[in-house]
């Protein structure tokens, strides 16, 4: 739908108008008008606006999720970040189950509590009140708690299971990969699809009769690459509940297949923006590369970067060949070395 301005809806009037009055700014009727071709190009943002949302493609939000839903796709809802957090203070103290601690801002209520020993420390379990990776705080970390007084609230290990809720972007992806490779009976696009439709997975490889006979490898990765166990453990599980009887099936963690640029630009830019830039766009390229790291693309990447005049030179992994990655490898940008020279 072409959207039209308030301009473009005065003029019109204006210029149709054929009776015998003045209409020029600063007349009662020039006001009139004003104000409905006003009203008329709000509706014309807001029907715009709708006619978007109605297809897939330019859906977001709410939309997005009605739409695909309609598919039978949901958004996946991310996870609680939890871990074990040691509170030091006064023996025999009671750590009870629903205590609210903070840390960076976040709330985190114990689940299972405890008490201090006579050494002067105990040990509980606590699970963020919010979704998300802003709840995986690291080692070493101070909590607050504001019902109790306690000596010192810290974790001795970081809290890494808290998952994002799937951004519009990433639910896009996945619900038209699914789309367009059809996941059917079991075949390996069913595979790829179940396993992307668990909570901290981004990609999968699935490879059939990789052990012989009646077996199945999928191979999974999240948004840094590697998974932890507890996602390994949720494909599993959700793919033992949706495959076809029959397959063995086993689920293992991409490991991480660095690549290593170097690169000799003409710029007059700065070395950190171009490498911020590059570094952005190649992990983008990377993130989709199944068996190849493409030597010529890289360059091209980079080359097309409007911060760089010319590509004097560019290396990956220290050479200038295309790179082969296995089933169970996912590439991504590790140092980035940019030169700029005259």
């Known amino acids: 739908m072409k959207v039209r301005s308030k301009d473009e809806i005065l003029d019109s009037m204006v210029s149709n108008f054929k009776l015998d009055i003045p209409v020029y700014e600063g007349t009662l009727t020039y006001a009139i008008f004003s104000s409905v071709a ?25 939309f997005l999720d009605k739409r695909a839903s309609e598919f039978g796709y949901d958004r996946k809802d991310g996870e609680l970040a939890s ?33 201090i020993s006579s050494e002067g420390e105990g040990r509980a379990i606590v699970k963020a009140l919010e979704v998300g990776s802003a709840g995986n705080i690291k080692a070493g970390s101070d909590f607050t708690c504001e019902e109790m007084e306690f000596d010192r609230i810290f974790n001795e290990n970081e809290f890494k299971n808290g998952i994002d809720i799937e951004s519009d972007e990433d639910f896009y992806t996945r619900f038209f990969y699914t789309q367009r490779h059809k996941g059917t009976t079991g075949n390996e696009d069913h595979y790829n699809e179940w396993a992307k439709s668990v909570d901290g997975v981004v990609d999968a490889k699935t490879k059939g009769l990789k052990d012989g006979p009646g077996t199945v490898e999928v191979v999974v990765a999240g948004k840094n690459n590697v998974v932890n166990e507890d996602t390994i453990r949720r494909v599993k599980e959700y793919i033992e509940v949706v495959r076809p009887i029959g397959p063995k099936v086993t689920v293992k963690s991409m490991s991480d297949y660095v690549v290593n640029i170097s690169a000799r630009v003409k710029s007059k830019s700065a070395m950190a923006t171009i490498r911020n830039e590059y570094t952005e766009v190649a992990n ?9 790291v493409v030597y010529s693309k890289l360059y091209s990447l980079i080359a097309g970067l409007t911060s760089v005049d010319d590509v004097v030179d560019l290396t990956i992994n220290s050479g200038k060949s295309n790179l082969s990655i296995t089933s169970e490898q996912k590439a991504k940008v590790g140092t980035v070395t940019i030169e700029v020279v005259e």
Do not use: H, M, W
Request: charged residues 30%; glycine residues 12%.
């Open 38 to 62: 006003n009203a008329i190009a709000r509706e014309y943002a807001i029907k715009d606006e709708e006619e978007k949302q109605v297809f897939l493609v330019d859906g977001r939000a709410e």
């Open 284 to 292: 983008k390229y990377l993130s989709d590369v199944r068996s190849s």
């Open 83 to 115: 871990g074990s957090v040691v509170f030091a203070g006064a023996p025999g103290t009671l750590i009870k189950d629903g205590l609210i601690i903070k840390c960076n801002g976040l709330e985190f209520v114990v689940t299972e509590g405890g008490s």
